[in-house]
């Protein structure tokens, strides 16, 4: 019965984005091909009867994915953080999605608390509130424990939403499968490896105790940053359904005038946004991926309050290294170094011309960095650095256009709060602090002597690695064009092995 029910929901997804009017933008902002297009329109144009009206208020696309349902707003949400699939405009457009649905009532809410935590709310809490917040996923209640009296936040998530969720990611999966079929060139945006993407990010959001981890880790890495706080986990009272933090009071940043008037300063707040972003990305390599202003608050002493912790990024080390040479050659406008880096870290393919890059960069950055601070957009940036890696065969790398479009999402809090910020003027500290103690000599013998760590682990089979890498090359036959790549690659090894030794034994 899977298939048939399959075909029925993409039937509908199709009949309410015909009937909504979102069908021409999503389909231009896919750049679908030509037959993906003509099939999408005919059934959406001949089921368009059978289509969800939505909220006129809204435009097109966010009135079809809102109409849908739950499972389609966070996908929405997903999409926005992928600029190189639905194409900047349409990315910067879903990431308004706050994903605001009507609240589950309160027995139901009680019920979940009680099944979850096995006690029911009034045995742990004094007071237990109405829903202060609704998404797709969950709402949260303010309560008061019992046993202490601390104000706390409690997220529930909704009945039933686990298999709601099943249902219509299998039909994701469904879709993305028809549309590879119907034309392979589509295959470049690797549709089933977003959904599979998708998949994973709300397996993380059904399972609480996955954002609280999250949750917990954030706070230890950003415990010492000034002017930065994220609420503390309440284990005791967190399981699979419920999460449990201690309350954050603090203004929405989504408030400006609010702000002003508990006395904020509104150019500071969107500078430490910006900062503490960075700080985070590149120092700790986790970073929150959702900084919406929904998510964030001030408190009454100034500082940023981080909430909601479902959706994270994290950056390895070498790629954190990449990303603050990427950033620091734009800020420094030395575009044939941003070229070296993305050739030096694997990015574009060796067969290009470095140059021929370096030029078409800084076509890219001059028209930005050449205007005033209101102007200059990380956004219009992206979207002709999109352009360009793509014309020079850059292959898509998540992890960095994750990192990109949290960095265009904290720009448009900064801006929404002083509109004349300049988001490098703002970034350059952080970055040039991060540069310093990461690339310098310092660093390189950190590195050093992580790898003679490594090494000395496996001293003991010192000995045979070096006598098998002697056999292999004894009277070897003779290697095929381009040379035995593997025994060079013993000889490397062990040549470095034994000068690692070498260092050690003699200092």
């Known amino acids: 019965m899977r298939g048939p029910l399959n075909i029925w929901r993409l039937v509908r997804i199709g009949a309410t984005f015909e009937r909504t009017g979102a069908m021409g933008q999503a389909l231009e902002a896919l750049d679908a091909p030509r037959l993906v297009r003509i099939v ?31 499972a389609y707003i966070k996908f929405g949400q997903i999409l926005s953080t992928r600029p190189d699939i639905v194409g900047t405009d349409l990315a910067y457009e879903l990431r308004v999605l706050q994903d605001s649905l009507p609240p589950f009532s309160m027995e139901e809410a009680r019920a979940e608390i009680e099944a979850d935590l096995g006690r029911p709310p009034e045995s742990i809490f004094d007071m237990f509130s109405a829903p202060v917040a609704a998404a797709s996923v969950a709402q949260v209640h303010r309560a008061v424990l019992r046993t202490t009296g601390q104000e ?30 119907i034309s392979p060139s589509f295959r470049r945006l690797r549709p089933t490896d977003v959904i599979s993407h998708f998949e994973s990010v709300v397996k993380g959001e059904l399972d609480l105790r996955i954002e609280a981890g999250n949750a917990d880790e954030f706070r230890a890495n950003t415990l010492d940053d000034q002017g930065f706080r994220v609420p503390q986990v309440i284990w005791s009272l967190s399981a699979r359904r419920v999460m449990t933090m201690e309350w954050a009071e603090g203004v929405n940043m989504g408030d400006p005038e609010a702000l002003r008037g508990a006395g904020h300063d509104l150019n500071a707040l969107g500078v430490a946004i910006v900062q503490a972003f960075l700080r985070q990305a590149l120092r700790d390599g986790l970073f929150h991926a959702d900084m919406h202003q929904g ?13 909601d912790f479902g959706i994270m990024g994290t950056i390895d080390e070498y790629t954190r290294r990449v990303y603050a040479e990427i950033l620091i050659g734009f800020i420094r406008r030395d575009y044939r170094r941003v070229a070296e880096v993305h050739f030096e870290a694997g990015y574009v393919p060796r067969d290009q011309d470095v140059e021929a890059f370096a030029k078409a960069l800084r076509s890219v950055g001059e028209p930005i960095f050449g205007q005033d601070a209101t102007k200059i957009s990380m956004a219009r940036l992206l979207g002709y650095l999109f352009d360009v890696t793509e014309r020079f065969g850059m292959e898509t790398r998540t992890e960095l256009i994750l990192l990109q479009r949290t960095m265009v999402v904290v720009e448009g809090v900064g801006r929404s709060l002083n509109p004349t910020l300049n988001i490098w003027v703002a970034a350059r500290p952080v970055v040039e602090d991060y540069i310093r103690t990461s690339l310098g000599p310092r660093t390189a013998l950190r590195d050093l002597g992580r790898t003679l760590e490594v090494l000395a682990r496996f001293g003991p089979k010192l000995p045979r690695l070096v006598e098998n890498a002697l056999l292999r090359t004894a009277d070897p036959p003779a290697p095929p064009p381009g040379g035995n790549r593997w025994s060079w690659s013993l000889w490397l090894v062990s040549g470095f092995l034994l000068g690692a030794v070498g260092m050690i034994v003699f200092g």
Request: proline share 7%.
């Open 152 to 181: 706390v936040a409690v997220k529930v998530l909704r009945p039933g939403i686990d298999q709601a969720f099943r249902k219509d990611i299998d039909a994701f999966h469904f879709a993305a499968r028809m549309i590879e079929f």
């Open 40 to 70: 999408a329109r005919v059934f959406g144009w001949s089921f368009k009867w059978l289509g969800l009206k939505g909220d006129p208020t809204r435009p097109p696309v966010l009135r079809a994915i809102t109409a849908l349902g739950p």
């Open 295 to 307: 998510n964030l608050k001030a408190a009454a002493n100034g500082d940023i309050i981080a909430l």
